[in-house]
């Protein structure tokens, strides 16, 4: 098991929800450290009062997941507060309305540089120092949208498909050696992501609400119960780990139904998961 008393844990996307979920989740665990970071300062600091209440050592950094520059500096101030990393976790990820012909390709552009190039950055600049440790373990946040596609979430299914092919083929490379690789994917989790969205260039404005709405209805899941969950899977070293019980009915659809997967998932639902048609 790649947890222990002498972990140090690197969690992006550390701000809110999930990712500050898991960073007080690990305080309760009494490991070494944990390095936060989000472009949020006012949510990271409070993440940040979340965890020394625990006595665990934190450091909170100020991080835009996109930029490459940004994550080597990351890692450089960690190993100076830390000393090591040995878990990192890629939580980082925004979301983005509209379909495909009303987003523009800079908005397609910005969702990939957050949900995929930072968690590519991520590894990049970690997996050295994740393979001096002992034992280490590299977390990636994909989604149940990493499993289907629905409608009008072209970039964000683009963003977290790679995610998902990316982490497993690295996992196969890595499978010999010191570090775990899992992928996770939530299914409905009750955080920001989608009141934080951005709406593309030339989508209706009416569309956010709408999927606001929709998306408050479809949440089940609360940030805790997600990283407790994740939190078992990194004790596992399970590979793939599903939040929720829509991430494993929607797995278990997809893989049965793989050309009809989402009409029968709307039956399950009762609802169609395309905005622009009414249910």
Known sequence: MSLSKNSVAVITGAASGIGRALAVRLAEEKIAGIAICDVNEQGLNETAEMVEKFGVPVSAHLVDT????QIETLKTEVLAKHSRVTHLINNAGVGLFGTFEQISLEDFDWLMGINFWGV????KVFLPVLREQDAAHIVNISSVF?????????????SKFAVRGFT?????ELEDTNVRVSSVHPGGIKTN???NSRI?????EDNKDQGVKFFDSVAQTSPEKAAETILRGIKSENPRILIGKDAHAINYVSRLFPKKYLRMIEKIAGHRLDLRKKS
Do not use: F
């Open 193 to 195: 992501i989608a009141r």
């Open 66 to 69: 996109s930029k490459l520059e």
């Open 200 to 204: 593309g260039k030339n989508t209706p």
């Open 168 to 172: 497993e083929s690295l996992r196969h």
């Open 120 to 123: 590519i950055y991520g590894c």
């Open 146 to 158: 990493g499993l289907v596609a629905p409608p009008e979430q072209t970039a964000y299914c683009a």
